[in-house]
């Protein structure tokens, strides 16, 4: 399959890697959009969050468990950080593998919408 988080799960496509277990991969983000930007992602290939099966809540429970600690990890447990998952064309998903983006190690910007 052509995916790119596919292939950062099989090592082909390199990544500064700063977690990794038997389901889950978190690596930073290539172009970050804060100070601290990592990408949790399962390695099992899902889409999007709209594919996401009740077989699959689990490991969706283990990723937020994986932010947990890696915020701990990067020191920014206390400070504050922002988990967010794009879906869709509306939220500018380029990327069709789900993963969580955990960003922090700064005061965060509003969560961008279109209204005030
Ligand atoms: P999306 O907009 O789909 O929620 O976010 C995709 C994210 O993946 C973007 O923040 C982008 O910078 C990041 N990204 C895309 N390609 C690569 C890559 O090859 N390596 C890494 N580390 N990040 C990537
Ligand atoms: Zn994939």
């Given at each position: 399959?052509?995916?790119?988080?596919?292939?950062?799960?099989?090592?082909?496509?390199?990544?500064?890697?700063?977690?990794?277990?038997?389901?889950?991969?978190?690596?930073?983000?290539?172009?970050?959009?804060?100070?601290?930007?990592?990408?949790?992602?399962?390695?099992?290939?899902?889409?999007?969050?709209?594919?996401?099966?009740?077989?699959?809540?689990?490991?969706?429970?283990?990723i937020h468990q994986?932010?947990?600690?890696?915020?701990?990890?990067?020191?920014?447990?206390?400070?504050?950080?922002?988990?967010?998952?794009?879906?869709?064309?509306?939220?500018?998903?380029v990327v069709f593998h789900i993963h969580?983006?955990?960003?922090?190690?700064?005061?965060?910007?509003?969560?961008?919408?279109?209204?005030?």
């Open positions: 399959m052509d995916c790119i988080f596919c292939k950062i799960v099989e090592g082909t496509i390199p990544s500064k890697k700063v977690f990794e277990n038997d389901s889950i991969v978190a690596f930073y983000d290539i172009q970050p959009s804060a100070a601290q930007h990592v990408l949790i992602i399962p390695k099992k290939h899902i889409a999007t969050m709209n594919d996401v099966a009740t077989e699959d809540l689990p490991l969706i429970g283990e994986t932010a947990q600690q890696i915020a701990k990890d990067l020191g920014i447990a206390e400070s504050g950080y922002r988990l967010i998952n794009n879906c869709g064309p509306d939220s500018g998903q969580y983006h955990l960003l922090g190690g700064e005061k965060l910007g509003a969560l961008v919408g279109t209204r005030d």
